[in-house]
């Protein structure tokens, strides 16, 4: 089973709203991730976990909020959200972390993403 | 500055025949290297991946050429397939879980 899943699927959300995006991973990966991918381009690396603790933030503003309260689950919390943070977030996790077992295993498996729109 | 770039946006090829997707580095330290596919409207899936201490890795109808010197790797696709059309990305990483990924390239196999 190489599969992640994301809710929702599509996400339509105003300025001043909350809302949270779900991910779930049941391959007992220690790392997971969150990213964002606008039309046209790649895939943008947002926050990285590792063994549930929060090990990159690539900059991102403070209006998105990652949490991962245990080691199958990431939510990715939004604040505030500007019209032009719309876009396909994508949760991903992979098996290890280099140093950790000496082995490298980077392939990251990705989830179908969530669409969303910031009216 | 782009670290890794797939310098062909799109390309087509007629069913049966081979595909080849082409990925160029510049950073050295990367050590790991992967070929992503994306369908419209779904998450990248992971195809092969290969380690740069090796310069080729096969998986049925997938082959990854890494040649190291040229800081250069490629994707064939033998025999390719309609159902092979989509975007492939090329990443790669350095020592380390966060991927850098290229533009990607769309391809498209016609029948």
């Known amino acids: 089973d190489t599969e992640v899943t994301q809710t929702p699927k599509h996400l339509v959300m105003g300025m001043t709203n909350k809302k949270s995006l779900k991910c779930e991973q049941h391959?007992?990966?220690?790392?997971m991730y969150w990213y964002k991918q606008k039309a046209k381009k790649p895939p943008e690396l947002m926050f990285v976990?590792?063994?549930?603790?929060?090990?990159i933030n690539e900059s991102v503003p403070s209006r998105f909020s990652p949490e991962c309260p245990n080691s199958s689950l990431l939510n990715l919390h939004l604040h505030a959200l500007q019209p032009e943070d719309s876009a396909l977030y994508l949760c991903?996790?992979?098996?290890?972390?280099?140093?950790?077992?000496?082995?490298?295993?980077?392939?990251?498996?990705f989830g179908p993403g969530t669409r969303l729109t910031v009216t | 500055d782009q670290q890794v770039k797939q310098n062909s946006p799109s390309l087509s090829v007629q069913e049966g025949r081979i595909s080849i997707l082409n990925c160029d580095y510049t950073?050295?330290?990367?050590?790991?290297f992967l070929w992503y596919k994306k369908y419209p409207a779904e998450g990248p899936t992971f195809l092969i991946s290969?380690?740069?201490?090796?310069d080729k890795n096969e998986d049925g109808r997938f082959t990854v050429f890494l040649n190291k010197s040229a800081k250069h790797l490629s994707l064939h696709i033998v025999p390719s397939q309609p159902g092979d059309s989509a975007v492939y990305f090329c990443?790669?990483?350095?020592?380390?879980?966060?991927?850098?990924f290229g533009a990607g390239t769309i391809l498209r196999v016609k029948s």
């Open positions: 991903a996790s992979s098996r290890y972390i280099s140093g950790t077992s000496g082995r490298q295993a980077y392939e990251q498996y």
């Open positions: 391959m007992g990966h220690r790392a």
């Open positions: 976990y590792s063994y549930e603790k929060l090990s």
């Open positions: 950073n050295s330290m990367f050590d790991y």
């Open positions: 290969i380690s740069s201490i090796k």
């Open positions: 990443a790669a990483s350095a020592r380390g879980n966060k991927l850098v």
